[in-house]
């Protein structure tokens, strides 16, 4: 361990950190502005809005450090106290957050108060105790701060809670099939990678604030992986959405490919009901379970995916065979329709239509989504459904 002088360093960490907050309120502000008021971004900007709390609590840790007077010493142990909570509050939301973008759901609940709250709970109360434990830190006589006995524990523990979702990322990462979904996978995956390091490097020049400047590094990173998430996806289900699909039949046409492409278009039956009588968030609840019976049918395939707009959804099938394609429907309908929802009494199905094309224009490509369409629209009108 290196150890450096306060008088040299205070200038520095408060410097850096106060950087650091006009950064992450940037992040934050933009996230709460330009990306959609959907689950997962608002737990995300709660997690900004705790290192904001976070990096000013470690602003104020430097500034009371040595500072004689009983007065410094209660406010030096209630930062603290604040300040290592709010460090496990992060973990746990970031948690919560990447196991929301990995999967497109939340933690089960059982499973959430057994593996993310009731640790937290033990370690905020290892924390509250401290003054008199010295578990986690203490202050000495002279005002200075300390590590205490259970410090490194601590610090395994918030990792473990960061690898973890790193972990399901690189699992899921290998299960994926969208381009633009592995590169997020990735991204979540590699997000403790530089807070990890910042940690090292804080512990061996112990007395700069490295930790909390390299998370914020981490979260704009995030941030910026989420404004090109935005233009390629679509914010509710997590599909590719419609320009995603032209980039994706562009690249297909430029790689030279000139086979016949299948596309199935699917559209929910009723949903203006569903809207109606039940409530949007019943609606976008229909969304999300189409997107995911979709998903699973097409699992480990090389369709694209796609929320084509409104209760629409798209799989393009290039090189697919009549018969293939005819038993995919079949296991979508099936998925779909097997699918209940807790207290609803409406009946949940899908409208479904194909149709094949050599593609090897754009023009060739939104005929095929046309003639998809069409036939997706018959099958509607058979049964009178809206």
């Known amino acids: 361990m290196i150890t450096i002088g306060l008088d040299g360093t205070l200038l520095y960490n408060i410097g850096i950190e106060c950087l650091s907050i006009i950064i992450t309120l940037i992040v934050y502000v933009s996230s709460k502005r330009w990306f959609s008021d959907t689950y997962d971004n608002r737990i995300l900007c709660f997690c900004e809005a705790s290192v904001i709390l976070i990096l000013t609590a470690d602003i104020f ?15 030096g142990y209630a930062d603290n106290i604040f300040y290592f909570i709010m460090q ?19 933690i089960n609940k059982k499973k959430e108060l057994i593996f993310v709250f009731a640790p937290m709970m033990v370690m905020a109360l290892c924390t509250v105790i401290s003054p008199a434990t010295k578990w986690v830190f203490y202050i000495d006589n002279l005002n200075y701060y300390h590590r205490g006995v259970l ?43 530089i807070p990890f390091f910042g940690g090292c490097a804080q512990t061996v020049f112990y007395g700069c604030s490295i930790l909390w400047p390299s998370t914020t590094a981490a979260l704009l990173l995030i941030y910026i992986n989420n404004e090109n998430r935005a233009i390629s996806q679509d914010p509710l289900t997590g599909m590719n959405n419609r320009r995603s ?27 203006k009901k569903i809207n ?7 609606g976008d609840e229909a969304l999300v379970k189409v997107a995911g019976a979709i998903r699973n049918v097409f699992n480990k395939t090389e369709a694209f995916l796609c929320r084509y ?17 005819r038993e995919y429907i079949v296991k979508i309908k099936t998925e779909i329709e097997k699918d209940t929802f807790d207290s609803k009494s409406y009946d949940f199905s899908v409208s479904v239509g194909y149709a094949f094309y050599t593609v090897v224009s754009l023009e060739d490509a939104r005929t095929l989504i046309k003639e998809a369409d069409r036939a997706m629209y018959v099958e509607k009108g058979k049964y009178h459904l809206a």
């Open 61 to 75: 840790t430097w500034l009371l450090n040595g500072v004689p007077g009983m007065s410094a010493r209660v406010l």
């Open 88 to 106: 496990i509050l992060v973990a746990c939301t970031w948690l919560r957050y990447s196991y929301y973008r990995i999967f497109l759901k939340s």
């Open 151 to 193: 410090s490194p524990e601590f610090s395994v523990v918030l990792l473990i809670y960061l690898m973890s979702a790193s972990v399901m990322a690189l699992r899921q990462y290998g299960k994926e099939k969208m381009t633009d979904r592995k590169k997020e996978l990735l991204m979540i995956s590699f997000f403790p990678v």
């Open 245 to 271: 699909l032209e980039r994706f039949f562009k690249s297909y046409i430029d790689a030279g490919n000139r086979g016949k492409v299948g596309a199935i278009v699917m559209d929910i039956n009723c949903f």
């Open 276 to 282: 109606d009588s039940f409530g949007h968030d019943a």
């Open 309 to 325: 707009g409104g209760d629409e959804f798209i799989a393009v099938c290039p090189g697919i065979s009549d018969a293939a394609i």
